[in-house]
């Protein structure tokens, strides 16, 4: 029987692997447990709700892994290594999505991989590659809407042992970024030969869904501000809408100060005055921009980490995605990133002693300045993944 583009192929868990069953769209989050922003936790990086009903720690969590493109499969294999020495007891379920050939415009990532993801309800990622001007559609994309994934949440924090331009100020921002809308729904057109359209579409829904999730945030982790991100002086009807949403949404919230910012001016005031921000919240494209900033604001890309949220699901990727093709296969990459990514991914899963065991080893190797290239160091990735690894088994064994 031919599916219709609303069915999505699921495991029906009692069942073997191989046994498959269909459910409409809508059903998905009935078989997910709801998705609750993160909340407060003794540890120094924020966590992401325990939406998986694990009971026994001793039990091996089963959990989504796919490399990605680039130095993905180099970052992956630091976090196999590391996750190894630490006996962390999860179990892997590894999906190869492989770029797109040339020409190829339908959907990328197979019903497989959306599958294994509903099932395990938890992933990690690593960058995948998207052509510009020409070829499929991004990857990225595509997941976060097949599987409803609205929130993208990206701590930026700064790290001693780092050397950034702003090495006099502790640099402490969380982006929130609206994953499902805006111009990054690819809906363009041409209208007439040499007349090309992009339609950026916003709703009341998704904008007041992630301004909620945003000071559900804020609340949770005993945060002080949320800043709205938008260029509604301009784009009154979209961003507009956007804006009016969160300051909604704010009066509800009436610990926590409001404000909001113009994109724009938010590129400019991070350069210059970085410590004045807390929570930002975007709209999707502004989200990519100021990740990327925030990011450089720590010391680059490889040191963020990231997780994509919702309808009971959280996939874990670095916060900036750079597929770093020049480096790949060099051993250079820096794996602080998705070190740090998979520490939020075992809190997210319970297993908050494990996450703190590898968290501790990274920020030591930091401090004893065994760093990659990107940081200033001499370090291969395997070398600093070996000092990470070393860094455990020290401690495990003190």
């Known amino acids: 029987k031919t599916l219709s583009p609303h069915h999505l192929f699921v495991v029906h868990h009692p069942l073997p692997y ?34 998986l009903t694990y009971t026994q720690e001793a039990t091996k969590k089963r959990v989504t892994l796919i490399p990605g493109d680039g130095i993905g499969p180099e970052l992956v294999d630091s976090v196999l290594g590391v996750f190894g020495a630490a006996k962390v007891p999860v ?22 991989v959306l599958t294994s993801i509903i099932r395990n309800k938890v992933a990690l990622k690593g960058p995948f590659y998207t052509s510009s001007g020409v070829g499929a559609p991004s990857r990225n994309l595509e997941l976060r809407k097949a599987l409803d994934m609205y929130a993208h949440v990206i701590p930026a924090k700064h790290i001693d042992g780092i050397a950034t331009r702003h090495s006099d100020l502790h640099v402490d921002i969380v982006v929130i970024r609206e994953n499902t809308q805006g111009e990054y ?23 007041t869904r992630i301004a909620k999730y945003a000071f559900e945030y804020a609340k949770n982790e005993g945060r002080k501000t949320v800043t709205a991100i938008h260029k509604a002086n301009i784009m009154k009807q979209t961003d507009g809408l956007f804006l009016e949403c969160c300051r909604e949404v704010a009066k509800d919230y009436p610990s926590i100060t409001f404000n909001d910012m113009i994109i724009d ?3 400019m ?20 921009l100021v990740t990327n900033v925030v990011s450089a604001l720590v010391g680059g890309p490889g040191l963020t980490p990231g997780a ?48 703190q065991l590898i968290e501790d080893a990274v920020h030591h190797v930091i ?5 990659t290239a990107d940081v200033g160091g001499s370090a291969t990735t395997k070398q600093f993944t070996q000092a990470v690894i070393d860094r455990v088994n020290a401690t495990k064994s003190s």
């Open 367 to 371: 401090k004893q300045k065994v760093l």
């Open 18 to 51: 191989h046994q498959i069953i269909t459910y409409p769209k809508q059903m998905i989050r009935s078989l997910c447990a709801s998705s609750t922003p993160l909340f407060r936790s003794s540890l120094s990086v924020p966590v992401l709700s325990r939406t």
């Open 265 to 267: 001016n938010c590129c």
């Open 185 to 207: 729904m690819g809906l363009e057109q041409e209208l007439t030969p040499g007349v090309v359209q992009s339609l950026k579409i916003t709703t009341r829904d998704s904008a």
């Open 308 to 355: 994509n949220v919702g309808g009971g699901l959280a996939v874990f990727e670095a916060g900036a995605h750079h597929v770093a093709a020049d480096i790949a296969g060099h051993n250079k990459a820096n794996p602080v990133g998705i070190l740090l990514t998979s520490t939020l991914l075992l809190k997210h899963i319970n297993l908050p002693k494990y996450a």
């Open 91 to 112: 179990e892997w379920e590894i999906h190869h999505v492989h770029a797109p050939p040339p020409g190829s415009s339908g959907p990328q990532i197979s019903q497989d």
């Open 269 to 288: 005031q991070l350069v210059m005055k970085p410590q004045q921000f807390d929570v930002m919240v975007t709209p999707n494209l502004y989200g990519n």
